[in-house]
T-cell receptor, first 116, second 115 residues
Framework: GAGVSQSPSNKVTEKGKDVELRCDPI?????LYWYRQSLGQGLEFLIYFQGNSAPDKSGLPSDRFSAERTGGSVSTLTIQRTQQEDSAVYLCASSLLPSGGINEQFFGPGTRLTVL | AQKVTQAQTEISVVEKEDVTLDCVYETRDTTYYLFWYKQPPSGELVFLIRRNSFDEQNEISGRYSWNFQKSTSSFNFTITASQVVDSAVYFC????????????FGKGTKLTVNP
């Protein structure tokens, strides 16, 4: 079946511009996560959605970062006034609603963001 | 606080050698989950295994095996008879059963298997 998809695959933007990154989770997966992968910081958690609500936003690095999820499916990560330190690969993952334990997260191919 | 340490940054072996990737974790919770993911050069993270903190039984899947030892807070991964296709970055991760479900990753170990 279809996996997690993300768009765009690559995004180059100028410092100060806003960007939107999109994630389509696996159908039926109620949990959705955003992570960021950069050379200096490794893989970092950003935000977790269960359905349309985000019970854990603790990883968002600043108020320039926000995310939403609609219809329990597609999610958008928005970065306002981008800075060069925002350059990274942004990964989305989804998993089933856990029953009796935490389910494995399935990752998308990522969006490589470059801020010039 | 949760923490995962993968002390080996890079490992290089020759095909058919066995190789063990180390993972040490820190958590204050008694219920937690450990994971291994593979990131091949193509970039997409691939799930390999999940273990919960109550199950210390070692697991074998083909050429892959995992050794979970709570006494040393370790969850090591061994590839037997390595192949060139095993070349990738391998990440160990931890998740606490506290409702957040977020994965805390180690820095990863880059494995290169040479022919």
């Amino acid at each position: 079946g279809a996996g997690v998809s993300q768009s765009p695959s690559n995004k180059v933007t100028e410092k100060g511009k806003d960007v939107e990154l999109r994630c389509d989770p696996i159908s039926g997966h109620t949990a959705l996560y955003w992570y960021r992968q950069s050379l200096g910081q490794g893989l970092e958690f950003l935000i977790y959605f269960q359905g349309n609500s985000a019970p854990d936003k603790s990883g968002l690095p600043s108020d320039r970062f926000s995310a939403e999820r609609t219809g329990g499916s597609v999610s958008t990560l928005t970065i306002q006034r981008t800075q060069q330190e925002d350059s990274a690969v942004y990964l989305c993952a989804s998993s089933l609603l856990p029953s009796g334990g935490i389910n494995e997260q399935f990752f998308g191919p990522g969006t490589r963001l470059t801020v010039l | 606080a949760q923490k995962v340490t993968q002390a080996q940054t890079e490992i290089s072996v020759v095909e058919k050698e066995d190789v063990t990737l180390d993972c040490v974790y820190e958590t204050r919770d008694t219920t937690y989950y450990l994971f291994w993911y593979k990131q091949p050069p193509s970039g997409e993270l691939v799930f390999l295994i999940r273990r919960n903190s109550f199950d210390e039984q070692n697991e074998i899947s083909g050429r892959y095996s995992w050794n979970f030892q709570k006494s040393t807070s370790s969850f090591n991964f061994t590839i037997t008879a390595s192949q060139v296709v095993d070349s990738a970055v391998y990440f160990c991760a931890l998740s606490e059963a506290d409702g957040s479900e977020k994965l805390v990753f180690g820095k990863g170990t880059k494995l290169t298997v040479n022919p």
